[in-house]
């Protein structure tokens, strides 16, 4: 499945998400948690995930958050948004980010 640049999937996926509500989540619904390119598509997201993990994807889900608004002072600016994919892994299949990979 080689429709995406090897390079551009190596940029396509930035770091997973840790939290508590990502965690609630993969243990519940054997989804993973990603934070993504802002120009990510899903079917980017899937074959990078299926790249990097040597696992098999199911489903993949994409969120835009926005970003929070902040001050300083009297000055008010504003974070950047950012993209966040659910990645649904087939049963059987897992991610170990604790291992090292």
Not at 19 to 31: C, V
């Amino acid at each position: 499945m080689s429709a995406f640049k090897e390079e551009r999937l190596m940029q396509v996926l930035l770091a997973p998400q840790i939290s508590e509500k990502a965690t609630y989540i993969a243990d519940k619904n054997e989804q993973v948690v990603f934070r993504v390119a802002s120009d990510a598509t899903k079917p980017e997201v899937k074959a990078a995930v299926e790249l990097l993990f040597k696992v098999e994807v199911k489903a993949v889900q994409v969120s835009n958050v926005k970003g929070k608004e902040k001050r300083f002072g009297k000055m008010t600016g504003r974070r950047k948004g950012w993209k966040k994919a659910y990645v649904c892994l087939k049963p059987g299949q897992e991610i170990n980010f604790a291992a090292g990979e």
